[in-house]
């Protein structure tokens, strides 16, 4: 099985063509090529096939094997594949994915993308949507007790769920103390990304993020999406944030018009291969 290994801002996908290859076990071969000790080592698995909505789709599996809604830094990746690998010469392209028909415009430099926007669409702020457990009719601020320490949080879906929780520093916050808590945390019925952001001033932030069944990964552009939405609701930042994570920086755009969020940034090819066939059967 040929592959491709690709991240947007640090978050890995292992990369396959459904145009190319079968995968009938997806959700087995993501947690074996997301091993990166007996694997190749990423994120995870997304897989890029036809559509009868959009031009292609994408499905994205996490590194346990579950399957996600949406993948901002992997939608990006996609659009970067397609195109450089010959499969469209346009540069405004639309992609199926779990939450949706997402809408991609394309960089091309030197005839390979180097940059994608992407209209995220409208974030989600009911309770019952996202989904989260809450009384009102939005989850802002919203006191949450977890691992022994009350937290504020603020909860939101790009296709997927989210809670933002404000710290003050997350150089050297310790994520994984609390990112397993917050994710299987009973108010989550369905699990949940945390992003964990500090505030730098009305056009900047940094940010840290707990995948659930990935742990921490360097860059969520979905959580980055819904960071600076939460950032907006809280009254800390303007509408255009440019966002540092572990991999890189996202620049995320609201626009109160449409209620839409546009995110902008890279996408790298890595390396192509092949599967050795006795990889199967380990």
Same mark, same amino acid.
């Given at each position: 099985?040929?592959?491709?290994k690709?991240h947007?801002?640090g978050n890995?996908?292992v990369y396959?063509?459904l145009?190319?290859?079968?995968?009938?076990?997806? %959700?087995?071969?993501?947690?074996?090529v997301?091993?990166?000790?007996?694997g190749?080592?990423?994120?995870?698995?997304?897989t890029?096939?036809?559509s009868e909505?959009?031009?292609?789709r994408?499905?994205?599996?996490?590194?346990?094997?579950s399957e996600?809604e949406?993948?901002?830094?992997?939608i990006?990746?996609v659009? %970067?594949y397609?195109?450089?690998?010959?499969?469209?010469e346009k540069t405004?392209i +639309?992609?199926e994915?779990g939450?949706g028909? %997402?809408?991609?415009?394309l960089t091309?430099?030197?005839g390979k993308v +180097?940059q994608?926007?992407?209209?995220m669409?409208?974030p989600v702020?009911?309770?019952d949507?996202i989904p989260?457990?809450?009384d009102?009719?939005k989850?802002?601020?919203?006191?949450?007790?977890?691992?022994?320490?009350?937290?504020k949080?603020t909860c939101? +879906?790009?296709?997927?769920?989210?809670?933002?929780?404000f710290?003050?520093?997350v150089s050297?916050?310790?994520?994984?103390?609390?990112g397993?808590?917050?994710?299987?945390h009973?108010?989550?019925?369905?699990?949940?990304?945390t992003?964990f952001?500090?505030v730098i001033s009305?056009?900047?932030?940094?940010?840290r993020?707990?995948?659930r069944?990935?742990?921490e990964t360097w860059?969520?552009g979905t959580?980055?999406?819904?960071?600076v939405?939460?950032?907006?609701?809280?009254g800390?930042?303007?509408?255009?944030v440019?966002?540092h994570?572990?991999?890189?920086?996202?620049?995320?755009?609201y626009?109160?018009?449409?209620?839409?969020i546009?995110?902008?940034?890279?996408a790298?090819e890595?390396f192509s291969?092949?599967?050795d066939?006795d990889f199967f059967? %380990?």
């Amino acid at each position: 099985m040929k592959f491709t290994k690709m991240h947007g801002c640090g978050n890995d996908y292992v990369y396959v063509s459904l145009f190319d290859e079968t995968v009938d076990n997806p %959700k087995e071969l993501s947690i074996a090529v997301s091993d990166r000790h007996f694997g190749i080592g990423s994120d995870g698995l997304i897989t890029i096939g036809p559509s009868e909505k959009a031009d292609f789709r994408m499905r994205i599996y996490n590194a346990d094997g579950s399957e996600a809604e949406m993948c901002g830094n992997g939608i990006r990746c996609v659009a %970067k594949y397609v195109y450089d690998h010959g499969m469209t010469e346009k540069t405004d392209i +639309s992609v199926e994915t779990g939450a949706g028909v %997402k809408y991609l415009k394309l960089t091309v430099e030197q005839g390979k993308v +180097s940059q994608v926007c992407v209209d995220m669409g409208e974030p989600v702020l009911n309770p019952d949507l996202i989904p989260v457990r809450a009384d009102g009719e939005k989850v802002v601020d919203e006191p949450i007790n977890v691992a022994g320490k009350e937290w504020k949080m603020t909860c939101v +879906s790009m296709g997927n769920p989210h809670a933002v929780v404000f710290v003050d520093d997350v150089s050297d916050f310790p994520i994984e103390n609390y990112g397993p808590e917050f994710e299987n945390h009973p108010r989550f019925p369905e699990r949940i990304n945390t992003e964990f952001v500090q505030v730098i001033s009305k056009t900047e932030a940094s940010m840290r993020v707990w995948e659930r069944g990935s742990a921490e990964t360097w860059a969520c552009g979905t959580g980055t999406c819904a960071s600076v939405m939460a950032c907006i609701l809280n009254g800390l930042t303007e509408n255009e944030v440019l966002v540092h994570l572990r991999g890189g920086d996202l620049k995320i755009t609201y626009e109160p018009e449409s209620n839409h969020i546009f995110m902008t940034g890279p996408a790298t090819e890595v390396f192509s291969g092949e599967l050795d066939p006795d990889f199967f059967g %380990k």
